[in-house]
């Protein structure tokens, strides 16, 4: 009996060591980020930036794997379903984990169970934009006009239950206003130039070209400051106090995921985040660095699906 015990504490003891042995020596091969939109979009640009840095630090090559496809919820259920070794990573719009859950009637997966929250990479605002000939001039102008002809602006979005739609909702709400809501399955830009459609809140990497060539009008920004190419533009948080929404990307693994690995990885991105030349090719993108410890990371998807579940629920928005 007492030799049988031996073997199975020296059998476990030898597992614990091959476990840990397994752990020290990650990345020991290439590791692969599922981006959840297609290749030349944003999401991939921030990805491949990161990718390249984190491969430099890491020693491995970093793979991009494109999977586009319902907002990202292919991609990460891909990466829900990988093995938690720390060779599948995803990239995704916080979107993903702070609307997806609220507006589809049921996903493949469970984000908050089947994932975890490794290292933010980029934020940006979005801006409220109004068509450049005969629409509003300012923000003022535009809540006048909402409030005395209800019903009469329209404003467009990217698709139901996308940012560009909940924010102009939550300010509707806010300030009692009504507009017309027009979902696109593509961008609006183009009607927004041409006229067809009045408002669209539009992120301000897109948007701030549109701004600065006259092809469309700069009426509030999104973000908790004014941003710094637009001093002259409010936010929307000096219309409506607290009323403040960021667009931004991160890193989840699979809940499986050791620890370790996870902190580490966080740890590069981190650190990528702050690295002079990624920051200053993140920023000439009208992007912002944005590099976030585990918990704060958690927090910011706590505070952004608390703000759009609330709107969700209250519309009645499904896409599904």
């Given amino acids: 009996m007492r ?3 031996h073997w199975w504490i020296g059998l476990c003891i030898s597992l614990a060591c091959g476990l840990a042995s397994a752990q020290e020596a990650w990345p020991s091969k290439p590791i692969r980020i599922v981006v959840g939109f297609a290749a030349g979009t944003p999401p991939d640009i921030f990805a491949r930036l990161y990718g390249d840095y984190a491969s430099k630090k890491l020693g491995q090559p970093v793979i991009i794997d494109n999977k586009p496809g319902a907002a990202g919820n292919l991609a990460t259920d891909t990466v829900a379903k990988a093995s938690g070794d720390g060779y599948t990573l995803l990239y995704n719009l916080s979107t993903a984990f702070t609307i997806n859950p609220y507006i589809y009637s049921k996903l493949p997966y469970d984000p908050a169970k089947d994932l975890t929250p490794v290292a933010t990479t980029m934020r940006q ?8 000939e005969g629409g509003a001039k300012t923000i003022q ?12 602006l329209s404003h467009a979005s990217y698709g139901a239950g996308s940012p560009s739609h909940l924010i102009v909702e939550w300010f509707k709400d806010e300030t ?8 696109y399955r593509a961008s609006p830009i183009a009607d927004i130039v041409g006229g067809q459609v009045d408002t669209l809140m539009e992120p ?25 190419a637009l001093p002259n533009v409010p936010t929307l948080a000096e219309v409506v106090p607290g009323l403040s929404m960021m667009s931004w990307h991160g890193i989840w693994a699979p809940s499986a995921t050791p620890a ?11 650190e990528a985040s702050r690295d002079p030349e990624l920051s200053r090719r993140i920023r000439e993108l009208n992007s912002e660095p944005l590099g976030l410890s585990r918990a704060e990371m958690a927090e910011a998807i706590q505070r952004d699906a608390g703000i759009y579940s609330r709107i969700v629920k209250a519309k009645n928005i499904r896409v599904d």
């Fill in 3 to 5: 030799s049988r015990i």
């Fill in 125 to 132: 605002g979005l801006v409220l934009i109004a068509k450049p």
């Fill in 141 to 152: 102008e535009l809540l006048a006009t909402a409030k005395a002809k209800p019903g009469t």
């Fill in 176 to 183: 009692g206003t009504q507009m017309v809501h027009v979902p």
């Fill in 204 to 228: 301000i990497a897109t948007g701030f070209p549109l701004i600065s060539s006259g092809k469309a009008v700069a009426l509030a920004y999104s973000g908790p400051t004014r941003f710094a």
């Fill in 260 to 270: 370790a690995i996870v902190n580490r990885i966080n740890a590069v991105f981190v």
